[in-house]
C-alpha cells in the first residue's frame, strides 16, 4: 500500500536477493514493456524528444530511457507522457527519486553528459 499511496517504499521487507538483480539488469526487456517503451518513443518523437537507450535497469521493475539532450524541457514532456502511456499498458509509472530504499539503480534521476561542437568531452 505504501507504493501505492506514496510512490515510494516506507516500511516492508528488503529485495529477496538485495541488490543482485543481475537476471533483471542484463535480461532482456519483458515484451509489455516493449511495447510502452514503443509507444513512449512514438510519441516523444513526434514532439522532438529523441532518445537512444532502452533497457532495465539495477531497481527490480525499473526500466531506463536516455533522451538526447536539446533545449526543450524534455523531462517535464517525457515524464508527462510516461504517466498517461503507462495507464494504456495497465502499468504503473513511479517518478519519485528513490521509491526503494537502499536499493541502487531505484528511481527517477537524471544523467548527464556535456560535450564541445565538436564532440569533445568537457571535463575540469
Given at each position: 500500500?505504501?507504493?501505492?499511496?506514496?510512490?515510494?517504499?516506507?516500511?516492508?521487507?528488503?529485495?529477496?536477493?538485495?541488490?543482485?538483480?543481475?537476471?533483471?539488469?542484463?535480461?532482456?526487456?519483458?515484451?509489455?514493456?516493449?511495447?510502452?517503451?514503443?509507444?513512449l518513443?512514438?510519441?516523444?518523437?513526434?514532439?522532438?524528444?529523441?532518445?537512444?537507450?532502452?533497457?532495465?535497469?539495477?531497481?527490480?521493475?525499473?526500466h531506463?530511457?536516455?533522451?538526447?539532450?536539446?533545449?526543450?524541457?524534455?523531462?517535464?514532456?517525457?515524464?508527462?507522457?510516461?504517466?498517461?502511456?503507462?495507464?494504456?499498458?495497465?502499468?504503473?509509472?513511479?517518478?519519485?527519486?528513490?521509491?526503494?530504499?537502499?536499493?541502487?539503480?531505484?528511481?527517477?534521476?537524471?544523467?548527464?553528459?556535456?560535450?564541445?561542437?565538436?564532440?569533445?568531452?568537457?571535463?575540469?
Amino acid at each position: 500500500m505504501d507504493l501505492k499511496f506514496c510512490q515510494r517504499t516506507l516500511f516492508g521487507a528488503k529485495p529477496p536477493k538485495g541488490q543482485e538483480m543481475e537476471d533483471h539488469y542484463f535480461g532482456s526487456i519483458k515484451p509489455r514493456v516493449a511495447e510502452f517503451m514503443k509507444e513512449l518513443d512514438m510519441e516523444l518523437w513526434k514532439l522532438g524528444v529523441l532518445s537512444k537507450t532502452k533497457h532495465n535497469e539495477a531497481a527490480p521493475s525499473q526500466h531506463e530511457l536516455a533522451p538526447i539532450f536539446t533545449v526543450t524541457n524534455q523531462n517535464q514532456i517525457a515524464m508527462d507522457l510516461m504517466k498517461r502511456i503507462a495507464d494504456k499498458h495497465s502499468l504503473v509509472c513511479l517518478l519519485h527519486e528513490k521509491p526503494f530504499a537502499g536499493v541502487n539503480g531505484s528511481g527517477k534521476h537524471n544523467d548527464w553528459s556535456l560535450s564541445t561542437s565538436k564532440g569533445k568531452n568537457r571535463t575540469r
